[in-house]
């Protein structure tokens, strides 16, 4: 039972590229989700500006 040395090397390293790749992703998305967030801020801020 000899097993592949290219095929575990190929499997781990799938197995890092996908973990890289959740990490990149859900940076991502939470940068966007900040950006969301600051920019209803500012618009709360421009309405309080406006209203006193």
């Known amino acids: 039972m000899k097993i592949d040395l290219l095929n575990v090397l190929y ?3 799938m197995i ?3 973990f890289a790749a ?3 992703i859900t ?3 939470s940068k966007y989700f900040k950006l969301d967030e600051k920019v ?7 309405d309080k500006t406006k209203k006193t």
């Open 27 to 29: 940076k991502t998305v």
């Open 16 to 18: 890092l590229l996908a």
């Open 11 to 13: 499997t781990a390293l």
């Open 40 to 46: 209803e801020e500012e618009e709360k801020d421009k």
């Open 22 to 24: 959740a990490i990149v």
